[in-house]
């Protein structure tokens, strides 16, 4: 009789620690906020027509227009972008150009917009400066403050599109392809470095 109840109370015991042990597990997988959740992959998207219509209202352009550059990198990316930023910068070079810019980054579900400031250094043949709008597509954004970092080159060459320069910067996994248009689009400066920062940065680098 007594062996039998020292056997009932050491089940009893290990069940017990085991529970306390799962219940210590889901405590601490909660209050880690490093803990991934499925939605840190996903945000939503936005349409070509969302975005046709914000451009055009923040360019000051014609849908027709900015629909084509639209187009064209809903074709090269095969993906919808999950933010955009509107806004404007001036740049100048002589052979080694600077860029500085200003604006608010735009997520559906975000309750406002995002002030965000870029700024960078470029390499091209281009001498002069402008003053442009921009209008930017943002692909693998699915949180706001993941758009604060160093975008190191851009890729590809600047085209244009309807009147309207496109390029694209890359940095882990985030895409951004900014649509710009204004006085002399200084397509010869697509190489370099473009830092994106909460606050304005007086040296580009």
Same mark, same amino acid.
């Given at each position: 009789?007594?062996? !039998?109840?020292?056997?009932?109370?050491?089940?009893?015991?290990?069940? /017990?620690?085991?529970?306390?042990?799962?219940?210590?597990?889901?405590?601490?997988?909660?209050?880690?906020?490093?803990?991934?959740?499925?939605?840190?992959?996903?945000?939503?998207?936005?349409?070509?027509?969302?975005?046709?219509?914000?451009? #055009?209202?923040?360019?000051?352009?014609?849908?027709?227009?900015? /629909?084509?550059?639209?187009? !064209?990198?809903?074709?090269?990316? *095969?993906?919808?972008?999950?933010?955009?930023?509107?806004?404007?910068?001036? #740049?100048?070079?002589?052979?080694?150009?600077?860029?500085?810019?200003?604006?608010?980054?735009?997520?559906?579900?975000?309750?406002?917009?995002?002030?965000?400031?870029?700024?960078?250094?470029?390499?091209?043949?281009?001498? *002069?400066?402008?003053? #442009? !709008?921009?209008?930017?597509?943002?692909?693998?954004?699915?949180?706001?403050?993941?758009?604060?970092?160093?975008?190191?080159?851009?890729?590809?060459?600047?085209?244009?599109? *309807?009147?309207?320069?496109?390029?694209?910067?890359?940095?882990?996994?985030?895409?951004?392809?900014?649509?710009?248009?204004?006085?002399?689009?200084?397509? /010869?400066?697509?190489?370099?470095?473009?830092?994106? #920062?909460?606050?304005?940065?007086?040296?580009?680098?």
């Amino acid at each position: 009789m007594h062996r !039998r109840q020292m056997i009932l109370s050491g089940l009893a015991a290990t069940a /017990g620690a085991a529970g306390l042990s799962a219940c210590a597990t889901t405590g601490q997988q909660q209050s880690d906020p490093a803990y991934p959740i499925a939605s840190d992959g996903q945000a939503p998207t936005y349409t070509a027509d969302e975005l046709v219509a914000a451009g #055009s209202r923040e360019l000051g352009i014609a849908a027709e227009a900015i /629909g084509a550059a639209i187009e !064209r990198i809903f074709a090269e990316q *095969g993906d919808r972008p999950t933010a955009y930023i509107a806004g404007e910068e001036a #740049s100048g070079a002589m052979a080694v150009g600077a860029r500085y810019g200003r604006g608010a980054l735009h997520m559906k579900d975000l309750s406002a917009s995002q002030e965000v400031f870029w700024q960078g250094i470029s390499i091209g043949w281009d001498v *002069g400066g402008n003053a #442009s !709008r921009v209008f930017t597509l943002v692909y693998g954004l699915y949180h706001p403050d993941m758009i604060y970092r160093r975008y190191p080159g851009v890729e590809g060459t600047a085209y244009l599109v *309807g009147g309207l320069g496109v390029n694209y910067q890359r940095a882990d996994g985030i895409i951004l392809a900014p649509i710009r248009t204004g006085v002399g689009l200084r397509l /010869g400066a697509n190489v370099g470095t473009m830092a994106y #920062s909460r606050q304005r940065n007086l040296l580009p680098f």
